[in-house]
């Protein structure tokens, strides 16, 4: 009777280890897709972020040119000859930056 109880235990540290290694994998199995969707999330909440700051760094160069249109006229001028308009008594010219394989 006592070796049979001696058998009894051992099963039962046995089963209750396998239990518990069995809990502990299917915890683990269960979060892992959590983690790597957290993972994701936080990395396309970094890109979001870095677009947001590009869009507000673009943003704020069109808000201080627009404040230069209105009280500066020497950036309105170069502008202006930068798309092409020229006071009536200027020529402007235009060159290509790059020659066409023809042209060389």
Known sequence: MRQTDSYWNIINRVGLGVLILVAIIGISLAFIPKVNQLNTYQQR???LQREIDQTTA???QLKENQRRFVTDPDFVERIAHEVGYAHPEETI???PETLEK???
Request: net charge negative; proline share 0%; aromatic share 16%.
């Open 93 to 95: 010219f235009h060159f």
């Open 102 to 104: 023809d042209e060389r």
């Open 58 to 60: 673009a943003e704020q």
């Open 45 to 47: 909440s970094q890109e």
